[in-house]
């Protein structure tokens, strides 16, 4: 099975400040994603200038411009992970205080080499630098919530 991930994640009252008004889905601990669809990647002026290139694979100055101005108010971390059959790869940025603040930070999940434990996973340490709490979830990904689906246009087809 896959697993495909690319969005902002801050508290979900981070978002109000979008300039853009883009639609943010609620997760777990009062946190929100804001998807990354191709829409939104578009929206938010596509791929011509690519900071943190080649870590990342869909994040633009638009992305980043927007986390740098959402981070003024909380800490917002930026993810990417594209996994399947047990491989693929997670990349994280967090911003504060429009700042960056941790990474970027990249992990490749390779079939026959052993991965780190999960709370060193990079998405779990950028939840970890947003403040989310792990509680009796097997890790902080779980605990918000990012397990409920597994593609990036899901999120925007619940109701």
């Known amino acids: 099975m896959g697993y ?12 109000a400040a979008d300039p853009h008004h883009l639609r943010t889905v609620a997760l777990h601990q009062q946190f929100a ?6 829409d939104v990647f578009d929206a938010l002026g596509g791929g011509e200038d690519r900071p943190f290139a080649p ?14 101005h959402l981070s003024a108010r909380a800490p917002i971390a930026y993810c990417e992970a594209d996994l399947f059959g047990g491989t693929g790869e997670q990349a994280v940025v967090v911003w504060n205080g429009s700042t960056v603040t941790l990474g970027p930070v990249a992990h490749e999940f390779e079939w026959n080499v052993p ?7 990079p998405i779990n340490s950028a939840l970890a630098a947003l403040g989310a ?6 890790d902080l990904f779980d605990a918000i919530g990012l397990s409920r689906h597994r ?9």
């Open 151 to 159: 593609w990036i246009e899901d999120w925007l087809d619940q109701s």
């Open 33 to 38: 994603l804001l998807p990354i669809t191709n």
């Open 55 to 68: 870590i990342f694979h869909f994040m633009s100055r638009g992305i980043a411009s927007l986390a740098e």
């Open 133 to 138: 709490i792990q509680g009796e979830a097997s």
């Open 115 to 121: 991965d780190p434990p999960r709370e060193q996973w």
């Open 4 to 15: 495909q991930l690319r969005g902002l994640i801050g508290r979900a009252d981070v978002f």
